[in-house]
T-cell receptor
Framework: GENVEQHPSTLSVQEGDSAVIKCTYS??????FPWYKQELGKGPQLIID?????GEKKDQRIAVTLNKTAKHFSLHITETQPEDSAVYFC?????????????FGKGTHLIIQP | EAQVTQNPRYLITVTGKKLTVTCSQN?????MSWYRQDPGLGLRQIYY???????DKGDVPEGYKVSRKEKRNFPLILESPSPNQTSLYFC????????????FGPGTRLTVL
């Protein structure tokens, strides 16, 4: 089955700086890669996703890049703000190839220092 | 408002006392699933359902049961809870049958003494 590795487990950045979280996956058939943000006491919320037919996707201060050859994808947050502090999860799945759903990384605790 | 709801949000129980955590979605989604979240282990799938009366095991199904009698509901049943099932549980739903874009409920914090 799929295995997703996520790094780092904790990331502390100064407010206004950029943050990058990286994930690798094992199943070359995976073709859908979402990122979730989990705030304290809440369920994970989808913030951005990318499919394997594109290499990069951007939504305001958030961007995701995908390198299918190397089997890794990254989340980039620019101009970080205090409200970006949360736990972020990457995930991978094979749409149309089965109903196993998402395989998650173990999460990154992002801390924005004022 | 489109949402996934779970009840109860918090539950403390004792070993061996059967319990059910309910999950309901109002988005007419085909796919529903249950996850448990433990420190350092991320989110692990317990069971999933592609449609009514269709359920299958995820990565950590031991000690759990589910049912999908209606499209909107997907209860999680612990017939004989044990302390190692103390965890934070999330229900999620997805519009397709492959379970890619998933929307999560608010979570249920379960403690088994």
């Amino acid at each position: 089955g799929e295995n997703v590795e996520q790094h780092p487990s904790t990331l502390s950045v100064q407010e206004g700086d950029s943050a990058v979280i990286k994930c690798t996956y094992s199943d070359s058939a995976s073709n859908y890669f979402p990122w979730y943000k989990q705030e304290l006491g809440k369920g994970p919320q989808l913030i951005i996703d990318i499919r394997s037919n594109v290499g990069e996707k951007k939504d305001q201060r958030i961007a995701v890049t995908l390198n299918k050859t190397a089997k890794h994808f990254s989340l980039h947050i620019t101009e970080t703000q205090p409200e970006d502090s949360a736990v972020y999860f990457c995930a991978a799945s094979r749409t149309g190839g089965g109903a196993d759903g998402l395989t998650f990384g173990k999460g990154t605790h992002l801390i924005i220092q004022p | 408002e489109a949402q996934v709801t779970q009840n109860p949000r918090y539950l403390i129980t004792v070993t061996g006392k059967k319990l059910t955590v309910t999950c309901s979605q109002n988005m007419n989604h085909e796919y529903m699933s249950w996850y448990r979240q433990d420190p350092g282990l991320g989110l692990r799938q317990i069971y999933y359902s592609m449609n009514v009366e269709v359920t299958d095991k995820g990565d950590v199904p031991e000690g759990y049961k589910v049912s999908r009698k209606e499209k909107r509901n997907f209860p999680l049943i612990l017939e004989s809870p044990s302390p190692n099932q103390t965890s934070l549980y999330f229900c999620a739903s997805s519009p397709g049958t492959s379970g890619d874009t998933q929307y999560f409920g608010p979570g249920t914090r379960l403690t088994v003494l």
